[in-house]
């Protein structure tokens, strides 16, 4: 069983930055790869980031590449979502999820495990 809680959420204007974490629990979450989601009002959740259980590999949608960074510190069990240039489309809800097996996953059913997620919301 892993439990993960995201931290990080907040209001910010266009072209500022966040720092998303997302805290996981469980003797064997280092070895699960990770991913970051959102979800807008109205709107299905979609992938943003994942990375891989060594953090070697990572994976990004078309619309945050570039801008958006993960990264994670497995000796800390977290993994991080640096969020640059944003803008206000990035507005939703963000999630963290883990999927076993270590390799990066891109679709949500393929995730075992969420975070209750974080709010951010970026004004024009």
């Known amino acids: 069983q892993v439990q993960l809680v995201e931290s990080g959420g907040g209001l910010v204007q266009a072209g500022g930055s966040l720092r998303l974490s997302c805290a996981a629990s469980g003797r064997t979450a280092s070895s699960y790869a990770m991913g970051w989601f959102r979800q807008a009002p109205g709107k299905e959740r979609e992938f943003v980031a994942a990375i891989s259980w060594s953090g070697g590999s990572t994976y990004y949608a078309d619309s945050v590449k570039g801008r958006f960074t993960i990264f994670r510190d497995n000796a800390k069990n977290t993994v991080y979502l640096q969020m640059n240039s944003l803008k206000p489309e990035d507005t939703a809800v963000y999630y963290c999820?883990?999927?076993?097996?270590?390799?990066?996953?891109?679709?949500?059913?393929?995730?075992?495990?969420w975070g209750q997620g974080t709010q951010v919301t970026v004004s024009s």
């Open positions: 999820a883990a999927v076993r097996g270590g390799f990066i996953a891109t679709m949500t059913y393929e995730y075992d495990y």
